[in-house]
């Protein structure tokens, strides 16, 4: 277990005040709330509760018993009521009369459909059984790691026994499904004194009459495996000691930032991944100890952990001491292979005839010596859990290394739940990715109106965001808005001004440990100045010129560098002026900068085309709203030069356009994603006005 977690105790976090009126079927869902909330007792996901309760029959309006019981899918800490699934006992007892045995259990999913009552859409998970034949009124099955570590020992049943005595029970390895139902239906009324068992490999069943009660049993029995594995492991070193020190927190995530671009480039064939960096303490004595080679080739022992992890991970060759990182990254090709050919074997030892096919053979996991564990999925969400699912199996590792041999599941038995017929069925039924997903983007000037636009739009199409702008108040501002909106986990902020070379540099390392690398940049930083060429200073067309040139110049050439080191190509869109076009008067600086810009784009898309990196421009005009360069002089200078008034200016705009409309934020948003997403794969060089119409900014 993590050194913190057995010092700080499970705390009861039931209140009869609560649970006072509450429905059998509201306690438990209150009692789910609650386990799901501490990740020592479940993981994301994982585990699942029940209640038998008796129910009104819509048709008959008799009392039946219904098991209310968590669906398919669906976390215990975040679920609703309409979480569960509901089915009639009797007809789950029925079954028993139509199952043909072990070899045929998969077929009994396929009838779960039929016991459903009220018509409740929520699809049962394989695990039904697993609640449905114990004969209690609650049942809780939790994945807690202190458990986890008795169950994947390999003196696991003496270890159940002398911690537990006879309360606990104890059952041998056997996936999930009809047939293990119907074990524990067994067990039960073999030890009717029993209050649980342990499932070996896998977790924890606990169960009672009372829905307080069994909430309370199930902490007191994760809490007293945590304190046996104290008690034994006090003073020892963990995973036979450490082989390497830790770098500083700062170096680690520099060698991440240059790591994660390199394998998200060689992962992402068959989808755009996503990167999440862990350097919690745990991993880091995992990573930097004596037997990671030894226990991470072992693999993972509980289903949830593999499922979302790979049965093992990738171990980056890097040297803490010897900081051989050029080395490593130069050897990475070769790693990734060797992953992915081990992969392929393992598949092929194992399949069935009717085994779906080989799915991404890379790995998932990468524990990196003296820095932290990475982890790639398809989104960043599935890229943390992922990490948090690995944390839980190096907690089991070290619990059970410490007091016994730690075993993890058989390799074929791995796969036959890897590749199981029900899980695949499952993956085919998600929807189909959205356009950007996968997709990582940098938004500079992000807290502004056409930048918090474009990333609100990237962000609908599935995308993760950095917003990056000077102005910190009205960036955090800015972002939370869109966390409010899409989650926390794909909105990242960064401060940056972008003619300050370092700063732009530390904002693509922060979004390379963020999110893995990039893969669209949104370079719209402004100003606007406007002024008679004999009252502009040097100093206000130094200002223009460092904003928008030199800046998009510095944003660009550090997205050209973390672009190549990927290898997958990307989008660069530059957000312009229509005045980059045609010109204005007494706005020389600004015009002749957004000039530059326009050319600057045109070259970079002649450098970029090899490489698969596109580089477009968007040339708004008169976008008022929520633009940030109309809240100053601006706004003022522009009217006094077209002789109207702040209220009178947008009019204006609007009826010199060639459609009479309005621009605004929302439209510069539509074209950025069209210019960033595959539907415009095969353009480059070029310029989309969303100007309303303007003959004089036509791009030829």
């Given at each position: 277990m993590p050194?913190?977690?057995t010092?700080?105790r499970?705390?009861n976090?039931?209140?009869d005040?609560?649970?006072?009126?509450?429905?059998?079927?509201?306690?438990?869902l209150?009692?789910?709330n609650?386990?799901?909330?501490?990740?020592?007792?479940?993981?994301?996901?994982?585990?699942?509760?029940?209640?038998k309760?008796?129910?009104?029959?819509?048709?008959?309006?008799?009392?039946?018993?219904?098991?209310?019981?968590k669906?398919?899918?669906?976390?215990?800490?975040?679920?609703?009521?309409?979480?569960?699934?509901t089915?009639?006992?009797d007809k789950?007892?029925?079954?028993?009369?139509?199952y043909?045995?072990?070899?045929?259990?998969d077929?009994?999913?396929?009838y779960?459909?039929?016991?459903?009552?009220?018509l409740n859409?929520?699809?049962a998970?394989?695990?039904?059984?697993?609640?449905?034949y114990?004969?209690?009124?609650?049942?809780?099955?939790?994945?807690?790691?202190a458990?986890?570590?008795?169950?994947?020992?390999?003196?696991s049943?003496?270890?159940?026994?002398?911690?537990?005595?006879?309360?606990i029970?104890?059952?041998?390895?056997?996936?999930?499904g009809?047939?293990?139902?119907l074990?524990?239906e067994?067990?039960?009324?073999?030890?009717?004194?029993?209050?649980?068992?342990?499932?070996?490999?896998?977790?924890l069943?606990t169960?009672?009459?009372d829905?307080?009660?069994?909430?309370?049993?199930?902490l007191?029995?994760?809490?007293?495996?945590?304190?046996?594995?104290?008690a034994?492991?006090?003073?020892?070193?963990?995973?036979?000691?450490?082989?390497?020190?830790?770098?500083p927190?700062?170096?680690?995530?520099?060698?991440?930032?240059?790591?994660?671009?390199?394998?998200?480039?060689?992962?992402?064939?068959?989808?755009?991944?996503?990167?999440?960096?862990d350097?919690?303490?745990?991993?880091?004595?995992?990573?930097?100890?004596?037997?990671?080679?030894a226990?991470?080739?072992?693999?993972?022992s509980?289903?949830?952990?593999?499922?979302?992890?790979?049965?093992?991970?990738?171990?980056?060759?890097?040297?803490?001491?010897?900081?051989?990182?050029?080395?490593?990254?130069e050897?990475?090709?070769?790693?990734?292979?060797?992953?992915?050919?081990d992969?392929?074997?393992?598949?092929?030892?194992?399949?069935h005839?009717?085994?779906?096919?080989?799915?991404?053979?890379?790995?998932v996991?990468?524990?990196?010596?003296g820095?932290?564990?990475?982890?790639?999925?398809k989104?960043?969400?599935?890229?943390?859990?992922?990490?948090?699912?690995?944390?839980?199996?190096?907690?089991?590792?070290?619990?059970?290394?410490?007091?016994?041999?730690?075993?993890g599941?058989?390799?074929?038995?791995?796969?036959?739940?890897e590749?199981?017929?029900?899980?695949?069925?499952k993956l085919q039924?998600?929807?189909?990715p959205?356009?950007?997903?996968?997709?990582?983007?940098?938004?500079?000037?992000g807290?502004?109106?056409?930048g918090?636009?474009?990333?609100?739009?990237y962000?609908?199409?599935?995308?993760?965001?950095m917003l990056?702008?000077i102005?910190?108040?009205?960036?955090?501002?800015a972002?939370?808005?869109?966390?409010?909106?899409?989650?926390?986990?794909?909105?990242?902020?960064?401060?940056m001004?972008?003619t300050?070379e370092?700063?732009?540099?530390?904002?693509?390392?922060?979004?390379?440990?963020?999110?893995?690398?990039?893969?669209?940049?949104?370079s719209?930083?402004?100003?606007?100045?406007?002024?008679?060429?004999?009252?502009?200073?040097?100093?206000?067309?130094?200002?223009?010129?460092?904003i928008?040139?030199?800046?998009y110049f510095?944003?660009?050439?550090?997205?050209?560098?973390?672009?190549?080191?990927?290898?997958?190509?990307?989008?660069?869109?530059?957000?312009?002026?229509?005045?980059?076009?045609?010109?204005?008067p007494?706005?020389?600086?600004y015009?002749?900068?957004?000039?530059?810009?326009?050319?600057?784009?045109?070259?970079?898309?002649?450098?970029?085309?090899e490489?698969?990196?596109r580089?477009?421009?968007?040339n708004?005009?008169?976008?008022l709203?929520?633009?940030?360069?109309?809240?100053g002089?601006?706004?003022?200078?522009r009217?006094?030069?077209?002789?109207?008034?702040?209220?009178?200016?947008?009019?204006?705009?609007?009826?010199?356009s060639m459609?009479?409309?309005?621009?605004?934020?929302?439209?510069?948003?539509?074209?950025?994603y069209?210019?960033?997403?595959?539907?415009?794969?095969k353009?480059?060089?070029?310029?989309?006005?969303?100007?309303?119409?303007?003959?004089?900014?036509?791009?030829?």
């Amino acid at each position: 277990m993590p050194k913190d977690d057995t010092a700080k105790r499970l705390e009861n976090l039931w209140d009869d005040a609560v649970a006072a009126g509450m429905s059998e079927a509201d306690k438990l869902l209150y009692r789910s709330n609650l386990l799901g909330s501490d990740k020592r007792i479940t993981n994301y996901g994982g585990g699942n509760t029940s209640a038998k309760v008796v129910e009104r029959d819509p048709l008959t309006g008799a009392g039946v018993e219904v098991l209310w019981v968590k669906g398919s899918g669906g976390d215990l800490g975040s679920m609703k009521r309409d979480g569960f699934a509901t089915l009639y006992m009797d007809k789950l007892n029925a079954l028993k009369g139509v199952y043909r045995g072990p070899d045929h259990e998969d077929e009994m999913v396929g009838y779960l459909p039929h016991c459903t009552f009220d018509l409740n859409p929520r699809a049962a998970s394989i695990d039904t059984p697993l609640h449905a034949y114990v004969p209690r009124r609650h049942v809780d099955h939790m994945h807690p790691d202190a458990v986890i570590a008795i169950a994947a020992a390999a003196n696991s049943q003496d270890l159940t026994a002398e911690i537990f005595g006879g309360e606990i029970g104890w059952l041998p390895w056997k996936r999930p499904g009809y047939e293990l139902g119907l074990w524990l239906e067994r067990f039960c009324l073999e030890n009717p004194a029993a209050k649980g068992v342990v499932l070996e490999s896998h977790g924890l069943f606990t169960w009672a009459d009372d829905a307080k009660e069994c909430y309370e049993l199930t902490l007191a029995t994760i809490q007293k495996a945590q304190d046996w594995f104290a008690a034994r492991t006090s003073g020892k070193p963990a995973f036979g000691g450490a082989k390497h020190v830790s770098l500083p927190p700062e170096a680690r995530r520099a060698v991440a930032a240059k790591l994660m671009p390199a394998i998200r480039g060689m992962v992402s064939g068959q989808h755009h991944m996503v990167g999440h960096f862990d350097d919690q303490p745990a991993v880091l004595d995992f990573v930097n100890s004596q037997e990671l080679d030894a226990l991470a080739a072992l693999g993972t022992s509980c289903p949830d952990h593999f499922l979302r992890t790979k049965i093992r991970p990738l171990v980056v060759a890097f040297d803490p001491e010897a900081n051989n990182l050029g080395a490593v990254i130069e050897g990475l090709p070769a790693q990734v292979a060797a992953y992915r050919e081990d992969y392929a074997a393992y598949y092929a030892r194992c399949k069935h005839d009717n085994s779906p096919a080989l799915r991404d053979p890379n790995a998932v996991v990468y524990l990196v010596p003296g820095v932290g564990m990475l982890t790639f999925a398809k989104d960043k969400a599935t890229a943390r859990i992922s990490g948090e699912f690995y944390v839980n199996a190096i907690n089991v590792m070290r619990g059970a290394s410490a007091v016994s041999t730690y075993v993890g599941l058989p390799e074929q038995e791995a796969f036959d739940i890897e590749y199981w017929l029900l899980e695949e069925a499952k993956l085919q039924r998600m929807p189909k990715p959205k356009s950007l997903a996968g997709r990582v983007a940098l938004v500079t000037g992000g807290a502004g109106g056409i930048g918090s636009a474009i990333a609100e739009k990237y962000l609908a199409e599935g995308a993760c965001v950095m917003l990056a702008d000077i102005d910190e108040a009205s960036l955090g501002a800015a972002a939370e808005g869109l966390i409010l909106r899409h989650g926390r986990d794909v909105v990242r902020v960064v401060a940056m001004n972008v003619t300050d070379e370092e700063a732009v540099a530390r904002a693509y390392a922060e979004i390379a440990v963020e999110f893995g690398g990039v893969d669209i940049l949104v370079s719209n930083a402004g100003i606007a100045s406007s002024a008679p060429v004999e009252e502009t200073t040097l100093e206000l067309w130094q200002k223009n010129i460092d904003i928008l040139s030199t800046g998009y110049f510095l944003v660009s050439r550090e997205a050209f560098k973390l672009l190549r080191a990927q290898g997958m190509g990307g989008s660069v869109v530059f957000v312009a002026s229509k005045n980059g076009l045609a010109a204005s008067p007494n706005a020389s600086a600004y015009c002749t900068s957004k000039a530059s810009e326009i050319h600057l784009a045109r070259c970079l898309a002649l450098e970029g085309a090899e490489a698969g990196i596109r580089v477009n421009v968007v040339n708004p005009d008169a976008v008022l709203r929520g633009s940030k360069i109309w809240q100053g002089e601006w706004l003022e200078q522009r009217a006094s030069t077209y002789k109207t008034d702040k209220e009178g200016l947008e009019e204006m705009y609007r009826n010199r356009s060639m459609l009479k409309r309005s621009v605004y934020p929302e439209d510069i948003a539509e074209a950025a994603y069209f210019l960033a997403s595959d539907l415009s794969a095969k353009s480059t060089g070029n310029i989309i006005n969303v100007d309303a119409g303007n003959k004089e900014s036509f791009p030829r």
